[in-house]
Antibody, heavy 118, light 107 residues
Framework: EVQLVESGGGLVQPGGSLRLSCAASGFTFSGFWMSWVRQAPGRGLEWVANIKDDGSEKYYVDSVKGRFTISRDNAKNSLYLQMNSLRAEDTAVYYC???????????WGQGTLVTVSS | DIQMTQSPSSLSASVKDRVTITCRASQSISSYLNWYQQKPGKAPKLLIYAASSLQSGVPSRFGGSGSGTDFTLTISSLQPEDFATYYCQQSYSTPYTFGQGTKLEIK
C-alpha cells in the first residue's frame, strides 16, 4: 500500500525557517518524481515544487523561488521541503504527492500545517 | 502562467442528478488536464487524468472529456459521497495550476 506521511509543520515567526519531511512507503520511491502542493486555510490548491526521481531537476512556483528548497533522499525514501524567510502568506497545509507520468498526482499524504505568525 | 477557470464555483444538486463541471484553460494544454475531488479536512483524490482517463478505483459514474482549452467533468448519477469540492489542474507546463474549485452541495 502506498503511503506518504508528512511531518515538520508547526508555528513559526515571519522570517523564520522550517523543514518539512515526507516519508514514503509501498512503492519504489526512486522511480517517481515527487511534489509539494499547499492549501491556505479556506483556499484552493497551489503547486509549490517538483523534484525529478533522481533529484537532478527541481522546479518551483515563483512565489517561493529563492526561499524554498525541495530535496530527496532515495536511500531513506524521503522527500523534504526546506522553507526559509517564511511569510504570513506561506501559511497553509502542505501536502507531499507522488507525481505520475503526465503530471497528475495519484497519491497524497495527509498534509502538515504550517502557520507563519508572530 | 496558464490560468484555469472553473464554472460554476458552486452547485446544488440532488442524489441521482447528472452534473457537469467545466474548466477552461487560458491557452491550449492538449490533454494535460486532471480532475481531483477533495472533502473537508482531507487530501485531494485523483479522479481523472489526461482529460478522460479514469483513475484506478474511481467509480465509472465519473467521466472527463475535452482537449485544447475546454474540458468537462461529468458525474452521471450523483451519490451521497460525491458531495465535495472538485478541482481541475493543468500539467502541460510549470507552474502547474489549478482551477479555483467547484463546491458541490446537496440540494
Amino acid at each position: 500500500e502506498v503511503q506518504l506521511v508528512e511531518s515538520g509543520g508547526g508555528l513559526v515567526q515571519p522570517g523564520g525557517s522550517l523543514r518539512l519531511s515526507c516519508a514514503a512507503s509501498g512503492f519504489t520511491f526512486s522511480g517517481f518524481w515527487m511534489s509539494w502542493v499547499r492549501q491556505a486555510p479556506g483556499r484552493g490548491l497551489e503547486w509549490v515544487a517538483n523534484i525529478k526521481d533522481d533529484g537532478s531537476e527541481k522546479y518551483y512556483v515563483d512565489s517561493v523561488k529563492g526561499r524554498f528548497t525541495i530535496s530527496r533522499d532515495n536511500a531513506k525514501n524521503s522527500l523534504y521541503l526546506q522553507m526559509n524567510s517564511l511569510r504570513a502568506e506561506d501559511t497553509a497545509v502542505y501536502y507531499c504527492a507522488r507525481r505520475r507520468g503526465g503530471g497528475s498526482w495519484d497519491y497524497w499524504g495527509q498534509g502538515t500545517l504550517v502557520t507563519v505568525s508572530s | 502562467d496558464i490560468q484555469m477557470t472553473q464554472s460554476p464555483s458552486s452547485l446544488s444538486a440532488s442524489v441521482k442528478d447528472r452534473v457537469t463541471i467545466t474548466c477552461r484553460a487560458s491557452q491550449s494544454i492538449s490533454s494535460y488536464l486532471n480532475w481531483y475531488q477533495q472533502k473537508p479536512g482531507k487530501a485531494p483524490k485523483l479522479l481523472i487524468y489526461a482529460a478522460s482517463s479514469l483513475q484506478s478505483g474511481v467509480p465509472s459514474r465519473f467521466g472527463g472529456s475535452g482537449s485544447g482549452t475546454d474540458f468537462t467533468l461529468t458525474i452521471s448519477s450523483l451519490q451521497p459521497e460525491d458531495f465535495a469540492t472538485y478541482y481541475c489542474q493543468q500539467s502541460y507546463s510549470t507552474p502547474y495550476t489549478f482551477g479555483q474549485g467547484t463546491k458541490l452541495e446537496i440540494k
